[in-house]
């Protein structure tokens, strides 16, 4: 690791390679100077010693020949030894013509041969290697005899004294080798420091940062060289946004924006995008964009999407992305192909807009529609129901009222039984009528004084044949002195049905029949209604959404969940509570809390049986209604009281009847042909408006609007088809007592 970095050092640094190339050199001038050095003063004091010890050796030769004749051999073997003893003498040879050591400081070499005697006449020096240590051998030949002197000396006093001036030599190389390298490093720094501020402006340029300027602090070639870099920034800088501007531009955009590689490799990301799908931004670049794509479909090379991409057509895509909990985000999605001069694809870039409130919108949009659907179908249903009404109220009418007549009279027990089963019958078709007449109308709003546990009956009563085919048993726990409380009842019938009906499908769907309970009771100063079924339950999760706008658990198709919504906004605006109470498998109970207000004026509407009184008989009545059926029964029953009766089945003929004849009373029809009930009664306010204060009317559909509100603004008494034999009685004996009252 520490020479990789050295290496790095050196090839990355100029002032480094400066001071190398300086030593380097500086070296290689001292290696060669030391050697020309070496050799140089080595010859000179080898050759300076080689002459001293041949002129040793030229007199010792000249001493040994004078020996060898006069002396002899005592004395030339003395000037041998003691000239071996000299300091650099290694031997001393005095050498026969024949090679045989003559002589010799070493006394084992007396007699040897030399082998090569390599004598020179001519007395030039030879090397002498039979020794370890480097020596030189001089070899001078004597005058007579042919005897060769040989003598050998070291060298090592020659190499001490180069190598001495050698080190001599190296440290002052040394010393030099450092100060000129400082030189060099500090004028290698007074350069490259520019050199490497202007390398990290050409950086900071190159990301952006176009302000950046490098400081000129010389007027030569780096001088020039930092004033041009700072021209280019500044024109760069009035040309070219710079990256801080182009990332503030990104990072401010509610868009998420995605840059994604050939490889479809994240690249970068902005602020939004990591808003949206709950990553950090070192999460999501180099992940694979197809990651985070809920649909199989993702935006890289070789999709349909990329192709659209190519081809600019990618705009307003609507795909889903899936965020870091997993949850799915539906998105716009818009893209674009970045390509290089050659044409080729370098990366792709992506918005994506997250537009899941506009999708809840237009979920919202399309619930409300089914709903307003479902509303107008209610409406036509309404219609519908009210043509029915009077239609089928038409014949009950005669049936009832027949079916009482027969009764009346003196029969056979069988048939009066018989008959009692037919009339109770048509008395359940009639109210059975009277409940769909009731929740197919839109009544307006109105608060009345009511009897709760009569509403909830009567919406029993309406959802009595589903419970009964569907084996739902029903066991009403209602309390006998439940107080009576100012209310909307067509509001609260909605309520207490919207409740019953669900329990109704939640039982059926666990079990395919159920028990419902359904108890009232006074509570402190509250009327409590509760509906207890033994359906499936409610998760805890979603019992405290079951009220929220739009939330339903069933399948699409099954509920729009405004229900439960609209049941809550009812029972708020009468300042009451509802709730629900349940477990999972252990059904379900439903309480709806009423606060009782007291009566304000209105009294609850209560059949109160009255003592018949004085009857007028002889009295001449009118009857209008187009069913013979009812004409004759209405004839027959007041005929028989004494009353004189005529009857017709148009407007205009008892027009004609009114101008000719007087009536005491007139019982009229609303739906008539032609002309209508109401609109007659107008012509009879016109021509007699006494007699006008004597018209009642009989009709099959008091719900309908225009009926109920003509009745609310001119009070003209009514009695609704099928009626009572004796009800009628008593109220056509009530208008002509009334009458003569007033005559008097």
């Given at each position: ?14 002032a480094s ?77 005095f ?23 390599a ?44 190598n ?32 490497k ?41 009035k ?60 935006p ?12 600019g ?5 609507e795909?889903d992305?899936?965020a ?7 998105v ?66 005669g ?81 006998p ?147 013979t ?16 009766v ?32 109401i ?28 009926t ?37």
């Open positions: 690791m520490i020479k990789k970095n050295a290496v790095r050092w050196y090839t990355r640094s100029f390679k400066a001071v190398l190339f300086v030593s380097l050199l500086i070296i290689a001038i001292i290696a060669v100077q030391t050697f020309v050095f070496i050799h140089t003063e080595t010859t000179y004091l080898q050759d300076h010693l080689i002459e001293d010890k041949r002129s040793s050796a030229e007199l010792l030769a000249i001493n040994l020949g004078v020996a060898q004749t006069v002396a002899g051999f005592a004395f030339q073997s003395n000037l041998i030894e003691e000239a071996g003893k000299t300091g650099d003498t290694v031997y001393v040879r050498v026969k013509p024949n090679g045989e050591i003559y002589l010799s400081n070493i006394v084992e070499e007396r007699g040897a041969f030399i082998t090569d005697p004598i020179n006449t001519d007395r030039t020096a030879v090397r002498d290697d039979i020794y370890d240590s480097e020596s030189i051998k001089v070899a001078v030949s004597p005058a007579s005899g042919g005897y060769t002197v040989w003598l050998g000396f070291s060298l090592d006093r020659v190499h001490a004294a180069v001495e001036r050698v080190r001599d030599i190296l440290l002052v190389s040394l010393a030099i080798l450092i100060i000129v390298n400082f030189i060099a490093y500090f004028i290698a720094k007074r350069i490259t420091q520019p050199l501020e202007l390398r990290e402006g050409v950086e900071a340029i190159g990301k952006g940062n176009l302000d950046y300027k490098v400081d000129v602090k010389s007027q030569d070639e780096i001088g020039e060289l930092a004033k041009a870099f700072n021209k280019m920034a500044d024109d760069l800088q040309t070219t946004v710079s990256k801080e501007y182009v990332d503030n531009i990104i990072g401010s955009m509610l868009d998420a924006l995605i840059v994604v590689d050939p490889e479809a490799k994240i690249m970068k990301v902005n602020k939004s995008t990591c808003e949206l799908l709950g990553y950090k931004e070192e999460e999501l670049v180099g992940k694979p964009v197809g990651t985070f794509f809920a649909k199989a479909e993702t890289f090379k070789g999709t349909e999407l990329e192709k659209l991409i190519e081809q057509q990618l705009r307003n895509y795909t992305l899936k870091k909990d997993g949850k799915t985000i539906p716009l999605l818009g893209g674009s192909v970045v390509k290089d001069k050659d044409g080729n694809m370098t990366y792709m870039v992506y918005t994506a807009k997250d537009i899941t409130k506009r999708k809840q919108a237009e979920k919202r949009e399309q619930q409300l529609q089914q709903e307003l659907n479902r509303a107008s179908r209610m409406a036509s249903i309404g219609e519908l129901a009210a043509g029915v009404a009077h239609e089928i109220n038409n014949p009950l009418t049936v009832i009222g027949f079916s009482q007549l027969l009764i009346s009279r003196d029969i056979p027990a069988d048939i009066r039984k018989d008959l009692k089963v037919i009339n109770s019958e048509a008395q359940r078709v009639a109210k059975i009528v009277e409940n769909l007449l009731i929740f197919a109308h839109q009544s307006e709003p109105g608060r009345e004084y009511i009897n709760i546990n009569h509403i909830i009956s009567s919406v029993l009563e309406l959802r009595s044949y589903e419970m009964k085919v569907h084996n739902i048993e029903v066991v009403p726990r209602f309390a002195d439940l107080p009576c409380t100012m209310a909307d009842a067509s509001q609260l019938q909605q309520v207490f049905l919207n409740i019953i009906t669900n329990a109704e499908k939640e039982m059926i769907k666990a079990h395919n029949k159920g028990k419902l309970l359904v108890r009232t009771e006074k509570i402190g100063d509250n009327i409590r209604a509760s509906f207890t079924d033994d359906g499936p339950g409610i998760s805890k999760e979603n019992l405290d959404r079951i009220f929220d706008p739009f939330f339903t658990t069933r399948e699409v198709g099954d509920g729009t969940g405004l229900g439960l919504s609209i049941c809550h906004g009812i029972i708020a605006q009468h300042k009451g509570r509802i709730y629900a109470d349940s477990k999972l498998g252990k059904g379900a109970t439903f309480v709806v809390e009423l606060p009782i207000v007291a009566n304000t004026g209105q009294t609850e509407k209560t059949e109160v049986i009255e003592e018949e009184p004085w009857q007028q008989r002889g009295a001449k009545i009118l009857v209008v209604d187009d069913e059926c009812i004409l004759n029964f209405l004839k027959r029953v007041l005929t028989e009281q004494g009353y004189q005529e009857t017709v089945d148009r407007a205009h003929k008892a027009l004609e009847r009114l101008n000719s004849e007087k009536y005491d009373l007139i019982l009229l029809d609303i739906k008539l042909p032609g002309m209508s009930g609109e007659l009664y107008r012509r009879i306010q016109a021509m007699d408006p006494a007699l006008a204060q004597r018209v009642m009317f009989i009709t099959g559909d008091v719900m309908e609007k225009t109920r509100d003509f009745f609310a603004q001119t009070k003209v008494p009514h009695i609704a088809k099928p009626f009572n034999i004796e009800q009628l009685k008593r109220d056509i004996n009530s208008i002509l007592t009334r009458e003569q009252v007033r005559q008097r």
